[in-house]
DNA sequence: CCTCATTGGAACATTTACAGACCATTGACG
DNA sequence: CGTCAATGGTCTGTAAATGTTCCAATGAGG
């Protein structure tokens, strides 16, 4: 019996490189989902420090960077702090087509991955019985989407499809939708947001919280499953 | 607008603990998960040691203790290596008990993960058109468990349940169901095996094959569903 | 019975990461 | 207009982890 693909999937890499690659990783996913919004501050370094796991030594040399390479601007004094300074520039049609084109086999990895990831995060919240707050936090994300600008879109967006893994409870699911988010982040903010595809997706969200509150895991799979496929599909495209 | 949830979930620690405790836990799981079978040996510790990412000496601490804990017997010279001497021992109830306390709020987590990204694993696959090979894999898997004796029953479920996520041809998804099985490994292994539990499980296997293999989605997370639920349920009724 | 490739065992210098203490700056607020 | 709390900036000593090199043991195969 052949078991060299599982002693792969188990004796893999303790981690992922050395503490200061993984915090330039962990603080890039927070700017570039939009955890912490353009304009706002990464929380206290000795405060970040202690939540990341790290030393203060390793998260200031992240943040200088991060700083050099234009996603920070770093204030002194009280009230000041790392400020996020990035923001998505709208990419080429040519530079969406490299970029799919240099991820080869990886996209149709994180695809499935991400495919895989969220429906099952939506079938496990639409199984359990939500509290009202929950219902609530849900719905706040919603209606944030649809009453956003082109400018807040992408994030209230990414917003609400985390917000539906964080609410199972499970750190790990939702650092599973987070990570596979990120894999092709870069790839949808190159897409334009037209605004046929917005009420196309405005529709397919309520689609998925009703599934959810109803508490349909069957309809939340079809719903985030269609939802999914559709951006999907557009990025397979550009491999052909 | 709160973002703290969100906040939360994307700047956690970067690493688990040192390399050290990584590592243990790593080839802890690796031995229980019977990934490597009792009477193998782990691969050389120069090869271990790239594959895990870290130092020899590091990796020579880990396989000390765990030789010192009755899980490892080192044998120098060629031919020689680190043994798996450890055999699953019928575990007494309040082991598991105790177990599952221990892990607290991991346990919901890690059951909510494994939930999600199994369902969502096998709902990939049956959505996916499926070559000759892989069907056969899948058969073959099953086949394997259907006809497994009492000291491999863990090992070739374990195997059966990797492969759905393996066929599915990401090495994401892959990893992810490896690690959540991973997490509840242990918890599982203190279950004592029962006939009826396990004429329980082939049915609920072969229901799953079958929903992957006509490319039903919503026959397939059904199926999952209610396998993981059964062991869910009973590991949840010890925090009780 | 010897050889030798392969394996674990041990020691070294170097790099990385950490913890903690202390300094410098800022700006809201009294 | 000064205070001072909160923030980033800097330094030092210590511990952890690494990379490298060499040594020691083993046993299948000649």
Do not use: W
Request: proline share 4%; glycine share 8%; aromatic share 4%.
């Amino acid at each position: 019996m052949e078991n060299s693909p599982r002693l792969d999937a188990v004796l893999r890499p303790v981690r992922a490189g050395n503490a200061f690659e993984e915090t330039v990783e962990r603080l890039l996913r927070a700017i570039k989902l939009g955890v912490v919004p353009p304009g706002d501050r990464l929380p206290a370094e000795r405060e970040l420090a202690v939540r990341l796991g790290i030393s203060r030594v390793t998260l200031r040399e992240a943040i200088k960077y991060l700083a050099d390479a234009g996603y920070l601007q770093v204030r002194r004094g009280r009230y000041g702090g790392a400020f996020v300074i990035y923001r998505e520039a709208g990419a080429e049609p040519a530079d969406l087509r490299k970029a799919v084109a240099d991820m080869g086999q990886g996209l149709a990895d994180a695809l499935d991955f991400r495919m895989a990831v969220e429906c099952g995060a939506a079938q496990v919240l639409a199984a359990a019985t939500l509290t009202t707050h929950q219902r609530d936090t849900l719905c706040r994300r919603l209606a944030d989407v649809d009453g956003s600008g082109p400018d807040d879109y992408r994030r209230l967006d990414t917003a609400f499809h985390l917000s539906i893994a964080e609410l199972t409870g499970s750190t790990l699911l939702a650092g599973a939708c987070a990570d596979a988010r990120l894999r092709v982040a870069h790839l949808l903010n190159a897409i334009p947001i037209l605004q046929t595809n917005i009420d196309h997706a405005a529709v397919q969200h309520r689609a998925i919280v009703t599934a959810i509150l109803v508490g349909d895991p069957a309809a939340a799979y079809r719903a985030v499953a269609e939802h999914l496929e559709a951006t999907a599909a557009l990025l397979r495209g550009f491999l052909a």
